[in-house]
T-cell receptor, first 112, second 114 residues
Framework: QKEVEQDPGPLSVPEGAIVSLNCTYS??????FMWYRQYSRKGPELLMYTYSSGNKEDGRFTAQVDKSSKYISLFIRDSQPSDSATYLCAMRLATGGFKTIFGAGTRLFVKA | KAGVTQTPRYLIKTRGQQVTLSCSPI?????VSWYQQTPGQGLQFLFEYFSETQRNKGNFPGRFSGRQFSNSRSEMNVSTLELGDSALYLC?????????????FGSGTRLTVV
């Protein structure tokens, strides 16, 4: 079993839809939770980060962490064709450097 | 400010050869991590260097090695290349004082082993 599980999709939605992306994990020691977005032929870029449990909102994006269920989510409101990309969840411990465990990534297509 | 720079962007090598990839982190970033990305395995952690010392290591064979120089630039080396080493190799840098932030990634080096 992988430490971080993420449905690879693809996920196809119409423009303006609310998108929900999710990951589950097995290591209860993870403290930092992140979402990266990766466009084709580019490296991943950090989209959202959360420390421990709770919600965080940034514009159209909301990240949620439920440590009791070992479950994290990313919601995208009013999705746009420019949101079409691969979204990777990621997490790491609070100490010991930046070693980060990534999910497989979910390929998202937003149709105009 | 300049981002993370990886060179070369593309490489084609033959089985059995060795290869060296280079990464220049963002100015001031002393932590450099390397990842291998493949369609089947996703992003797999190779190693992390901080102030010229390897701080973390992933589960890759000893053919994969790296180093970091005093100016924080890093190189990774793969010896005795195998077909399965074909992948996108990503370098990422981080600022130690901003542990709550994640990585800034480079665009990667696409390695093809034939």
């Amino acid at each position: 079993q992988k430490e971080v599980e993420q449905d690879p999709g693809p996920l196809s939605v119409p423009e303006g839809a609310i998108v929900s992306l999710n990951c589950t994990y097995s290591n209860s020691a993870f403290q930092y939770f992140m979402w990266y977005r990766q466009y084709s032929r580019k490296g991943p870029e950090l989209l959202m980060y959360t420390y421990s449990s709770g919600n965080k909102e940034d514009g159209r994006f909301t990240a949620q962490v439920d440590k009791s269920s070992k479950y994290i989510s990313l919601f995208i409101r009013d999705s746009q064709p420019s949101d079409s990309a691969t979204y990777l969840c990621a997490m790491r411990l609070a100490t010991g450097g930046f070693k980060t465990i990534f999910g497989a990534g979910t390929r998202l297509f937003v149709k105009a | 400010k300049a981002g993370v720079t990886q060179t070369p962007r593309y490489l084609i090598k033959t089985r059995g050869q060795q290869v060296t990839l280079s990464c220049s982190p963002i100015s001031g970033h002393r932590s450099v991590s390397w990842y291998q990305q493949t369609p089947g395995q996703g992003l797999q952690f190779l190693f992390e260097y901080f102030s010229e010392t390897q701080r973390n290591k992933g589960n890759f064979p000893g053919r994969f090695s790296g180093r970091q120089f005093s100016n924080s630039r890093s190189e990774m080396n793969v010896s005795t290349l195998e077909l399965g080493d074909s992948a996108l190799y990503l370098c990422a840098s981080s600022l130690e004082a901003e542990l709550h932030y994640g990585y800034t990634f480079g665009s990667g080096t696409r390695l093809t082993v034939v």
